[in-house]
């Protein structure tokens, strides 16, 4: 698919990897609809996309709301006129040891049942209604697209994260149950795994912490949105591409 013939949503659209999607797709030729809790980010990228090549609308969109995934799929599509395709990138952390010691007191501390449940609500949950409602609008439509899920290197288990990790493996793993379910309707589905990105959700690391991390990375740094961008791309102009997921993590995850 070529990315001027794209009319996509983007979630999670306020800041970070899917602000950075957006634009792009946007300074391509695409038509893009926006979406984010954030209302304040959406006006930002309104702002920085004024005068590009495609067509940017938005809307808040909060992915743990049902009603909220129909309605902004109707007004993605009315607004764009048609969908070729969804980037799923909305997402969030609670990150927490399911049972932990508190160091000090001897206490012991156990992962909440709504950390658990916040975390499953809006990366699984949210992301995958997302697909079946705009997949639902382009089967309706007849029109053929592709599907692109974030999931990440977590997938493989990362401590701290039993939430996400749940997550974003389901994630993984349905990208190739919906390629399978969706080819009749000529309708493809990848997933790109990031590993550390720079973005507004990791910059609260300390440096330290960060440092140990780089020095983990075969590459020698922690990755930038454009690193992400690059995986997006090929997944959708690659039609040959379908039912896998592609890790960017500068071989942190071999």
């Known amino acids: 698919m070529r990315l001027e013939d794209c009319k996509m949503i983007v979630t999670g659209a306020a800041q970070g990897i899917g602000f950075h999607f957006a634009k792009r797709l946007v300074e391509n030729g695409a038509g893009v609809a926006a979406g984010d809790v954030n209302e304040e980010g959406l006006a930002r990228l309104k702002e920085e ?5 495609g067509k940017l609308v938005t809307r808040k969109l909060d992915v743990g709301n049902e009603d909220d995934i129909g309605t902004f799929v109707d007004f993605a599509a009315e607004g764009l006129g048609g969908l070729t395709g969804l980037v799923n990138n909305a997402g969030i952390l609670r990150d927490g040891l399911l049972v932990k010691v508190d160091r000090e007191t001897g206490k012991i501390i156990k ?4 950390q658990w449940q916040a975390v499953i609500d809006v990366n699984l949950t949210g992301a995958t209604l997302m697909v079946r409602d705009t997949v639902a609008k382009m089967v309706e439509t007849k029109q053929k697209g592709v599907v692109i899920n974030m999931s990440s290197i977590a997938r493989h288990g990362n401590r701290g994260q039993s939430n996400y990790s749940a997550a974003k493996s389901a994630l993984a793993t349905n990208t190739k149950t919906w390629s399978l379910e969706f080819a009749k309707f000529g309708i493809r589905v990848g997933a790109i795994a990031p590993g550390m990105i720079e973005t507004p959700m990791t910059q609260g690391m300390n440096q ?5 991390l780089v020095a983990m990375i075969p590459v020698g740094r922690i990755g930038v949105p454009e690193d992400m961008w690059v995986a997006l791309r090929f997944i959708i102009e690659c039609d040959y591409f379908n039912g ?4 960017v993590d500068g071989g942190l995850s071999m």
């Open 111 to 114: 992962l909440t049942k709504d």
């Open 208 to 212: 330290k912490a960060k440092d140990a």
């Open 49 to 53: 996309c004024s005068g590009l090549k």
């Open 244 to 247: 896998r997921t592609i890790d």
